[in-house]
């Protein structure tokens, strides 16, 4: 299945779709492969505006010339969405991508009509800056060729992990889909606080963000665990040792854990109540 040969169709082209797109034009896709509908006006001019493309009025018709429909709406949205493009689907075999949080293959497929392949993706918000992380899963009827297109479509807006089960999707959720907001909060505390001893607010954030940035950067590029690269710079009897006996006192890998099965479970009872008919 070559690329360039193909069409792919976003349902939705709002703050996802349009990255997406956006990443997968600035990869060298060609503008007249990429259709998005969007019954939102606004978000009509905003992809015209930020990506040049015209968006279609109907995602049913869009459906009819396209290889792959990407699904990029809110969840509540998912089922009517799909009643617009199932014949398509059904008729012409398609690759279906969701995005959307939340909702299992299983309801998809079921309020597609069955026997589609299917691949969900869970991205983040840093997509939004092309420093996504994105877990994905395929059901049994997705071909090597349609997870390679699922992959690529996904790569455009940072990096990409597959899971074996689909279960995984949530704790993805928990780790990587709502870890933007635990590192923000780490961000927005350490920062209040150094204003607090006396930094300007300006000065504290800089040297926040870049400190959060450069702990990233470093880690990413080191062949070292996080564990390790923190002991080296944990001098004894030094300041970060002082600060570590704080946090560990107050049991912060632990709360962080309970963070993490707190919101794995509520992602789960999220997909039986956004599965119901
Ligand atoms: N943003 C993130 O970082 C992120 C991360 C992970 C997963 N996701 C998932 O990505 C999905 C999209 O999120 P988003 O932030 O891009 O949402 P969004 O900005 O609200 O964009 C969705 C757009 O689709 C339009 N729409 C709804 N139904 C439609 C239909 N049947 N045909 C054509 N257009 C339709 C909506 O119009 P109206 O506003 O008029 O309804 C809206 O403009 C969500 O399911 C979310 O769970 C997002």
């Given at each position: 299945m070559?690329?360039?040969?193909?069409?792919i169709g976003f349902v939705g082209g709002g703050n996802m779709g349009r990255s997406l797109?956006?990443?997968?034009?600035?990869?060298g896709w060609a503008p007249e492969q990429i259709l998005i509908a969007e019954h939102n006006p606004d978000q009509r001019e905003a992809v015209l505006r930020l990506l040049g493309l015209a968006c279609e009025q109907s995602s049913a018709t869009m459906a009819a010339k396209v290889d792959v429909l990407v699904?990029?709406?809110k969840p509540q949205d998912l089922k009517s969405?799909?009643?617009?493009?199932?014949a398509s689907a059904q008729q012409r075999k398609l690759l279906v991508l969701s995005i959307v949080a939340g909702v299992r293959e299983q309801d998809i497929q079921r309020w597609l009509g069955g026997g589609l392949a299917i691949v969900r993706a869970m991205p983040n918000t840093?997509?939004?800056?092309g420093s996504g992380a994105t877990g994905l899963y395929a059901n049994a009827l997705v071909s090597e060729p349609q997870r390679d297109l699922a992959e690529s479509i996904l790569r455009a807006v940072g990096i990409t992990v597959w899971l074996d089960e689909e279960s995984?999707?949530?704790?993805?959720t928990a780790l990587s889909g709502s870890g933007p907001a635990y590192y923000l909060m780490v961000m927005e505390a350490l920062e209040k606080a150094a204003v607090a001893q006396g930094l300007t607010p300006a000065t504290a954030r800089l040297l926040t963000l870049e400190t959060a940035y450069g702990t990233a950067k470093m880690a990413l590029e080191s062949r070292e665990e996080p564990a390790q690269l923190r002991r080296r710079v944990?001098?004894?009897?030094?300041?970060?040792e002082r600060a570590i006996d704080v946090l560990n006192q107050g049991d912060m890998p632990g709360l962080l854990a309970k963070a993490l099965t707190a919101a794995t479970t509520r992602s789960r009872e999220l997909a039986e109540l956004l599965g119901q008919d």
């Open positions: 070559a690329t360039k040969e193909l069409n797109a956006g990443g997968l034009l600035e990869n699904l990029a709406i969405a799909i009643e617009e493009i199932a840093p997509a939004l800056v995984l999707l949530d704790v993805v944990t001098s004894p009897g030094g300041t970060t």
